[in-house]
Each structure stands twice: as C-alpha cells, then as structure tokens.
C-alpha cells in the first residue's frame, strides 16, 4: 500500500508539516509552514495561551470585559477566550462589551452582529460592569504600526506604553492585549476557517491617512520578512528611553470626568461632532479644538444629545 505521503503526492497535496497526517490546507504567514486546519486552530490558540500564562494576564475568578465591535479582531478573540477559559480552566467570568457611537448604519449593524454573538454590551461601560480588566483585539500589525508612528512622530515617550501587553494599571481599568503577538492575517484565516460570525464593513469616520501610509510600509515589509512585524515591536520593546523623557501629563476631561490629556477628550469631541453632523471634528491632525469649536460645542451643549442604543444589560 501506497503511504499518505505517496498518495497526496500524486494528487499534487502536501502533508501537513505538524502533524504529518492530513493534507495541509493552507500557509501560516507568521512561520511560512504549510498546515492543515486543525494543526492551525491549535498552533494558533496555544501561541495565545502561552502569551496569557507567561504575561500573567488573569487571575482566577476575575471578571473581564472584552471590547466587542462585532469585526473580526474582537470576534475572534471573544471565540478564543472562551475556549481557552473552559480549556484551561482560567475560571474567568466573561463579559462582552460593545459602545454605541450613533454612527448610523455603520454601528448598527455591527451591534447587530454582536448581538448575533451573544455580547453584552469600552472603558466607560466596563465600570458599569464593575469589572477587573479590559481585553481588546488589538493585534501584532495594530502595534507594530503604533511603534512605527510614535518613532516618526518623535514621540518615543509612548514607546513604551504602546508596546506593553497591559496598560492602566495604575487606573481603575487595566486593559491588556492577548493579541499582542498574533498577525491579523491569521486572524482572518481562523475566522473564516472557523466560520465566525463578524462584521467586515470599515468605519466611515475611521482616519486612515498617517496610520493607513504606516499600515502598507509595514504590509511590504511583511512580504519581504514576514517575521518583520515581530521584530518592529521587539525593537520597539527594548528601546532605551531616557529618563528625562516624561510621558505627557494626564488630567481630566472637562465634560465626562474621565481620564485625559486634553480638556475635553478625544470621545467627547469626536462624539459631539457626531451630534452636530461634524464627524470629522474630532479626526485627523488637529491637536485641539479651534476658538470658534469650541464657542460652537459650548452653545449645544445641553441641546444635542447622544442616541442612546440598548446593548445586552447597558444602557448607554
């Protein structure tokens, strides 16, 4: 009898390189190896197991909002990490948590898609969740570009933020980053290999001119070194900052209360423009607000309200 190696041959297959068995089914873009569907769902889940355990990312019984905008980063990860909570036995109580924006058709039917899901209802909510910590989707590519843009902007002070696997600590909302290794084409591979349920469609309002440059150098350099993305945040980890290098101080927002750098925060402005059919207002390369915003924000403050959308339990 002819081996499977003999057969797939023939048929002009290859083996798995795992687990030598089934016929590979596609190419891993981190390593290059050429898998068959289950030795990837594995791979992948362990890569993400092993950053959890070694990171310390969880306690037992802690209580953890995932950030839920029903795409396929937030998607994949809710999928995940409630197989590997019942796997391993983390003893987590997950919660999915998603924030309606009011940007008509966009958010709608993402919020759709989370419901679909089965998520509840990002920061602001989880408090009314009274949870211990915030897990979102973002993936190796999203940090790599962030290292990329902090270096080009100068602003090495965020280096080291940007690239740490858990930030806020020291506020009321740790957030940490299980996808901090993990290429957002594997991403997409699990999802669709796994044939999750996620929503595609791009935000309109969603900036995409310095990040989006950043984002297609990144992209080539893949092409050339897939293990280029890795290396952008292991550089980006062991950078030397200076001591005399001070992150910028952070205050309050003038509005909601909440954590901020400016006097009114980056959601506040951008939501208010929503309100006001200004979309862009709180988008692009402005660091603040102009006189005039500000006089304009100031007259329908208390005349324009957020629609409020019912997520799961949260009303927001």
């Not at 806020?168 to 290999?193: L, N």
């Not at 007259?299 to 957020?306: E, F, L, V, Y």
Request: with cysteine.
């Amino acid at each position: 009898m002819e081996d499977a190696d003999a057969k797939l041959k023939k048929g002009g297959g290859r083996l798995c390189c795992i687990c030598n068995q089934r016929r590979a089914a596609l190419k891993r873009p981190k390593t290059l190896e050429q898998i068959c569907r289950d030795c990837f769902y594995e791979v992948f889940e362990e890569e993400i197991h092993q950053v959890i355990v070694e990171n310390q990312l969880f306690k037992p019984g802690e209580r953890i909002a995932i950030g839920a905008s029903g795409g396929k980063d937030s998607t994949v990860l809710a999928h995940v990490l409630s197989e590997l909570n019942r796997r391993h036995n983390y003893g987590l109580d997950l919660f999915l948590l998603s924030v309606d924006e009011g940007i008509t058709g966009y958010r709608d039917d993402s919020l759709e898609t989370v419901k679909r899901n089965e998520m509840q209802a990002l920061d602001r909510g989880a408090s009314l969740l009274k949870v211990d910590k915030l897990a979102t989707g973002h993936n190796a590519d999203d940090i790599a570009e962030t290292v990329l843009l902090n270096i080009l902007r100068g602003d090495i002070a965020r280096l080291s933020r940007c690239t740490s696997i858990t930030t806020g600590e020291d506020g009321p909302i740790p957030r940490c980053k299980p996808f901090k290794y993990t290429y957002e084409k594997e991403i997409v591979m699990y999802a669709y290999f796994k044939r999750l349920d996620y929503f595609s469609t791009e935000c309109i309002y969603s900036p995409n001119a310095y990040r989006g440059f950043a984002r297609e150098f990144i992209k080539d350099l893949e092409r050339i070194r897939p293990r280029a993305i890795l290396d952008i945040i292991k550089s980006g980890e062991n950078f030397r900052i200076a001591p005399s290098t001070k992150m910028p101080e952070q205050g309050t927002c003038e509005r909601c209360g909440y954590i901020s750098s400016q006097k009114w925060c980056k959601a506040c402005v951008l939501l208010e423009g929503l309100n006001r059919g200004l979309p862009k207002l709180g988008i692009g390369r402005n660091k603040g607000l102009s006189n005039d915003s500000k006089k304009d924000m100031k007259q329908t403050r208390g005349t324009k309200s957020i629609e409020s959308k019912q997520c799961g339990t949260l009303d927001f």
